[in-house]
C-alpha cells in the first residue's frame, strides 16, 4: 500500500514539475493521434455525408461494411498494418514500420470507420430538414454535401472528439506497428503498459492521468457543443 | 404556351392512387393566381410538381424564367439571416459582392435589416417567414409558389407577409398560391385554380369564384367554409 501511496505522489510530482520524458510522451500521442484524426475527417467527412445523401449503386453494401469496420479490434488493425509494412509486406519499401507514421496510419484505419458513421447519422438528420428547400434552390445533392457539413459542423465537432478520444486511448494497434520505441515511437498507452509491466508505477500513473483528464475535457467540450447545437435546434423548433 | 407556367394532362399517381388527374392549365402573366381546394385536394402536390420537385407520373409541365418557392414551414439555414438569402444566390453563381449588396437591400424591404447577423433559427415564425420570402424575392424569380405560407402565422405577421407579396407581385413576378384562407384568397388574389379530389374543376376571376361558382364541389366548399 505505501509502494502505491508513494508511486502516486511521484505521478503529480511529475506532473507538476513537467518531467521531460512524460511530456515528450504525450506530445507524441497528440501528435500522432490529431494527425491520424485530421486525415480521417478529410475522408470520412464527405464519405459519411455521400453515404447520407447520394443515392448509388452498392451504398448499402459501402454502409455494412463501414458498420463493420467500426468494431474492428485494433489489434487486428496493427497486425494488417504491421504485415503492409513489414520488410516483406507490399508496402515494405517505405521503411514505415515503428515510425510514427505507421502508428498514424494504424489509428487512421480505426477511427475513420467511426467518423463516416458518425456523420452520416448527423447528415442524413439534417438533410430530411433542408432537402426540398435545398432542392427548389437548384442544389443537387453532390452540391449539398459542403452545405451539410457546414450547417452541422456544430453536431460534427462532438464526432470528431469522440475519434481523437478513441485513438489516443488505443493501445493494440499502435504497439504492434509503432514498437513502442523509447523516444520514436513511446506514446502514452504504450508507455504506460511497458511501465506497469517494468513495475515503474510513477510514470505509468502520472501517464494515465493525463490520458484521463483529456478525455474529460474531450468529452465535457462535446457536450457543451451538443447542448449549444441543441439549445439553437430547440429555439428554431419553437419558433416553428 | 405563352403564360409562364403551363401544365397539360398531368396525373400524378402514388400507391395506385391517382392524386392529381388530368390537370391541365395554362397562367398568364399578371394577376395572382390562388389555388383553393379542401385539404387532400391535390393543392400542395401542384404546386411541387409545377415547380418541379416532383416528376408527374405523366403529362407535361412547361415553366419559363426563374422559380422560387416558400414552404408553410421555411427551411432555415444553420447561419444568420444574411447568409440565408446570400445562399441561393450564391447557388446561382452570383458574385460574392454583389450577393452580400442584394441580400443586404432584399433583408431591408422585408424589414429584417436589423436582424442581418443574428442566426435566422433564433428569429420568431413571423420573421423567419418573412427571411424565406426575401430569400425568394432577392432571385427576382418570374415565377414565384407558395404554399399556406401564412397558415402559422399571427393576424400581424399574416398581414405583413401579405405585404410583401404585393410588393413582390408589383415588381413583375406571376405569384402562385395555395391558401385555405379565403379572406386572403379575396385580398390578394386575381384568379382561382379551384381542386377536388384531384382535379382542376373550376377556373375563373376571384369575384365570380366566390359570387358565382359554377360547380357543386366550388359551392359545397365554399358553403361549408363560410358556414363555420
Known sequence: ?240 | MTGPLTLEAVRFVRSGRALLDDVSFSLERGPVTVVLGANGAGKSLLLRIAHGLLRPTSGRVTAVGAQAFVFQRPVMLRRSALQNVEYPLAVRGVERRERRRVAATTLERVGLGGAAAQSARTLSVGEQQRLALARAWALDPELLFLDEPTASLDPTATTAIEEILRSIHAGGAKVVLVTHDLGQARRLGGDVLFLDRGRLVERGAVDDFFDRPSTPAARAFLEGRLGW
Open chain 1, 1 to 240: 500500500m505505501g509502494e502505491i501511496l508513494t508511486a502516486v505522489a511521484r505521478a503529480f510530482e511529475m506532473l507538476v514539475r513537467l518531467d521531460p520524458e512524460l511530456v515528450e510522451i504525450v506530445l507524441l500521442s497528440l501528435r500522432v493521434s490529431l494527425t491520424a484524426v485530421a486525415i480521417a475527417a478529410a475522408i470520412g467527412l464527405p464519405l459519411g455525408a455521400a453515404l447520407a445523401v447520394l443515392r448509388f449503386p452498392g451504398r448499402r453494401v459501402l454502409i455494412v461494411l463501414v458498420n463493420a469496420l467500426m468494431g474492428l479490434p485494433p489489434v487486428v488493425v496493427g497486425l494488417a498494418v504491421y504485415l503492409a509494412l513489414s520488410r516483406s509486406g507490399p508496402l515494405g519499401v517505405l521503411g514505415l514500420l515503428f515510425t510514427p507514421t505507421a502508428m498514424i496510419v494504424a489509428q487512421c484505419i480505426l477511427v475513420t470507420p467511426i467518423l463516416v458513421a458518425l456523420t452520416r447519422q448527423v447528415v442524413e438528420d439534417l438533410w430530411l430538414e433542408y432537402e426540398e428547400q435545398l432542392r427548389s434552390f437548384g442544389v443537387t445533392p453532390r452540391r449539398a454535401i459542403p452545405t451539410l457539413l457546414r450547417d452541422g459542423r456544430r453536431s460534427l465537432v462532438p464526432a470528431l472528439l469522440a475519434g481523437l478520444g478513441r485513438a489516443i486511448a488505443e493501445v493494440g494497434a499502435v504497439m504492434i506497428v509503432g514498437g513502442n520505441i523509447d523516444h520514436v515511437t513511446r506514446v502514452m498507452t504504450t508507455a504506460i503498459a511497458l511501465e506497469t509491466s517494468k513495475g515503474d508505477l510513477a510514470l505509468a500513473l502520472g501517464l494515465g492521468i493525463v490520458l484521463l483528464l483529456l478525455n474529460v475535457v474531450l468529452n465535457a467540450t462535446a457536450e457543451l457543443l451538443k447542448e449549444w447545437a441543441d439549445r439553437d435546434s430547440a429555439r428554431a423548433g419553437e419558433a416553428a
